[in-house]
């Protein structure tokens, strides 16, 4: 299956996107997001916040750009595999954050996937 130029900058700028937006959003309510790592008792909670950020941001905007698709796709991928077993342990919770947990473990993996076709465009 080939991905045609129109689709496959679709898909970039709205991956990338997403990726901008959410480091922004972690950068700016850097007190909230470390407050939750560290009660998830995730360690050095503010280096691997800050980290994170400029991961999105950097690696959003190469995607936009077109830039290193493979390299920026797999850094993305490893990001997000890592916070789904550091912080979105739903197997460890009950209830409402169970479900809450599941919820974005699940959006989690389907940017994985998403990534992965990413750095699948030639």
Same mark, same amino acid.
């Given at each position: 299956?080939?991905?045609?130029?129109?689709?496959? /900058?679709?898909?970039? /700028?709205? @991956?990338?996107?997403?990726?901008?937006?959410?480091?922004?959003?972690?950068?700016?309510?850097?007190?909230?997001?470390?407050?939750?790592? !560290?009660?998830?008792?995730? +360690?050095?909670? &503010?280096?691997?916040?800050? @980290?994170? @950020?400029?991961?999105?941001?950097i690696c959003g905007l190469n995607l936009i750009l077109g830039y290193q698709l &493979?390299?920026?796709?797999?850094? +993305?991928?490893?990001? +997000? /595999?890592?916070?789904? @077993?550091?912080?979105? !342990?739903?197997? &460890?919770?009950k209830g409402v954050q169970r479900r809450v947990q599941l919820k974005t473990f699940?959006?989690? +993996?389907?940017?994985?996937?998403?990534?992965?076709?990413?750095?699948?465009?030639?």
């Amino acid at each position: 299956m080939e991905i045609s130029g129109h689709s496959a /900058l679709i898909a970039r /700028l709205l @991956v990338g996107s997403y990726f901008i937006v959410a480091g922004y959003v972690y950068a700016r309510d850097w007190k909230v997001y470390v407050a939750r790592l !560290r009660d998830a008792r995730v +360690l050095l909670a &503010t280096l691997l916040l800050w @980290v994170g @950020v400029l991961f999105y941001i950097i690696c959003g905007l190469n995607l936009i750009l077109g830039y290193q698709l &493979t390299l920026n796709s797999r850094l +993305l991928i490893a990001v +997000l /595999l890592c916070s789904c @077993v550091l912080y979105y !342990r739903f197997w &460890t919770s009950k209830g409402v954050q169970r479900r809450v947990q599941l919820k974005t473990f699940m959006l989690n +993996l389907a940017l994985v996937g998403s990534l992965i076709m990413i750095a699948a465009i030639k």
